[in-house]
């Protein structure tokens, strides 16, 4: 959907950082929304108006933004599998992997193989 000048109040990236909430502390930058606007994030782009020399966009914009990386993050979960947990972990060390081979042969030693 496109900015509507009629419905919609414009605002420059720097009053739209004003509007946005603090993350850890921070607004975000006005080169962040830039950055929204011209690459997008996760394949979505806000969406903005040039207005002379100025960039411009909307709070609904901004909502609509936010709205459509939610599905692509809502849809991004559904299609990655969920990895076990040990998987996450460091693989084990050479020293680790000699110790537990040499259990192994006095297990089996032990029980005369």
Do not use: H
Request: aromatic content about 6%; hydrophobic content about 40%.
């Amino acid at each position: 959907m496109a900015i509507d000048v009629e419905t919609e109040s414009l605002l420059s990236l720097t009053e739209a950082t004003k509007v946005l909430p603090r993350i850890n502390g921070r607004k975000p930058a006005i080169s962040t929304l830039w950055r929204w606007c011209r690459r997008g994030l996760r394949g979505v782009k806000l969406e903005y108006l040039r207005y002379g020399r100025n960039i411009v966009t909307t709070r609904q914009a901004l909502t609509r933004f936010f709205t459509a990386l939610a599905e692509v993050d809502a849809e991004l979960e559904m299609a990655v599998p969920v990895r076990p947990a040990s998987l996450g972990k460091r693989g084990i060390t050479s020293n680790a992997r000699l110790r537990s081979l040499k259990e192994a042969d006095d297990i089996l030693a032990r029980a005369g193989a």
